[in-house]
């Protein structure tokens, strides 16, 4: 007979953790195996080569299928094409997704999102924090730009989920992002706490349009945007709020699947929530996933602050069972690691038609 999962190897499903190294060494290994972290993400520091990461993606998976509670990882990355794309070659370099809604063309987005997803899948990455469903409509915004799609709802819209498709189609979870949107803010979120000012029917006009399409064709994980609305939430930023992630995002727009957060040491909330607060008020507006990008003490500080919360009662136990119900669902129906199976290289290659045609639609 199966035996439970414990309140820690429950809570250590709720993380997305960062790591340094290019291989299996002990500091991830006690993430894992002490911490039973569920997920991790990639950067830079990460990647030697391809056979180096999917060796280590491989060691990482089966060590974490040998510990309880023998689920595997969710193994992500930011990999957007242009400016954001952690790997570098011989991994693609697509250029920004900005030129999609300069060719408004749903087949060239649905191609786009294939191959990236291809790529990911190619060496066992089976997560990846995209498509940006941010509207680009402030020009002074320092950190989305060319990153969206458009600056038109309409074209966020169909684009969003024609690349949606084409990652469904490779066998890898799409992460949508960053809700409620962030495209209209003036401010990096990194840096400090952006606000939006826009009027509730404006936000549901614009900023929401994206989401809902994707969430009407299968999005099954949102990240958060660490920004403040003032129509909705005068207090909170999105990531902590009740209203915008409760009653917006479950029960107005109809959301099932994981709300993840934004990194949790940007300075938007890290320099304006106590860090005491985090599992608290997450877990109350309806995080099932935390990240936490670079700081492996804060993973352990924030899984412990986790658990003491639960056993407090400041975190009610369904509450933990809902988000780890939601993951471990996901989690089932993730396909089984190929990596190896097909050799980046060719596929890369292979896309390089898709990079001229794409570039031909940015503008000077």
């Known amino acids: 007979m199966k035996t439970p999962p414990s309140l820690s190897e429950k809570i ?56 309880p509670p023998f689920a595997p990882l969710f193994i992500s990355v930011d990999q957007e094409g242009g400016r954001v794309s952690r790997l570098k070659p011989p991994f ?26 291809r790529e990911m899948r190619a060496v066992g990455i089976n997560m990846d924090y995209a498509p940006v469903l941010d509207i680009n ?39 949508g992002k960053h809700f409620p ?22 936000l549901h006009n614009v900023e929401l349009a994206p989401f809902r399409a994707a969430i009407q064709n299968g999005l099954e994980i949102i990240m958060t945007a ?64 935390f990240l936490f990008c670079h700081d492996t003490g804060k993973v352990k500080a924030f899984l412990a602050q986790m658990v003491r919360d639960v056993e407090t009662g400041q975190i009610p136990g369904p509450t933990i069972d809902r988000s780890v119900q939601r993951i471990l669902q996901i989690k089932s129906k993730m396909p089984p690691a190929e990596s190896g199976l097909t050799d980046l290289v060719s596929l890369a290659k292979d896309h390089q038609k898709l990079v001229e045609e794409m570039q031909s639609h940015l503008q000077p």
Request: aromatic share 8%; net charge negative.
């Open 12 to 67: 250590g499903q709720m993380m997305v953790a960062g790591f340094e190294g290019t291989d299996l060494n002990p500091q991830i290994e006690d993430l894992i195996v002490n911490h039973h972290v569920g997920g991790l993400i990639l950067f830079e520091r990460n990647f030697e080569n391809p056979g180096q990461l999917t060796r280590m993606i491989g060691d990482l998976q089966k060590l974490a299928l040998s510990t």
């Open 92 to 117: 693609t370099r697509f250029p920004d997704p900005c030129c999609l809604g300069n060719a408004r063309s749903e087949p060239l987005a649905h191609r786009f999102g294939l191959a990236l997803g």
């Open 137 to 175: 409509t402030n020009p002074e915004n320092p950190i989305i730009g060319k990153r969206a799609f458009s600056g038109e709802p309409e074209w966020a819209s169909k684009l969003g989920v024609a690349f949606l498709r084409g990652f469904q189609e490779a066998g890898v979870l799409a992460v």
């Open 181 to 202: 949107g962030h495209g209209d803010t003036s401010q990096d979120s990194h840096l400090t706490l952006p606000h939006v000012d826009r009027d509730d029917a404006t």
């Open 226 to 289: 660490h920004v403040i609305y003032h129509a909705w939430d005068e207090k909170f930023p999105a990531t902590f709020s009740i209203p915008i992630l409760q009653h917006l995002l479950r029960e107005k727009l109809g959301f099932k699947g994981l709300i993840i957060s934004d990194d949790l040491e940007m300075k938007a909330v890290e320099d304006h929530i106590a860090f005491e607060s985090f599992a608290t008020l997450g877990t109350q507006a309806g995080i099932d996933l």
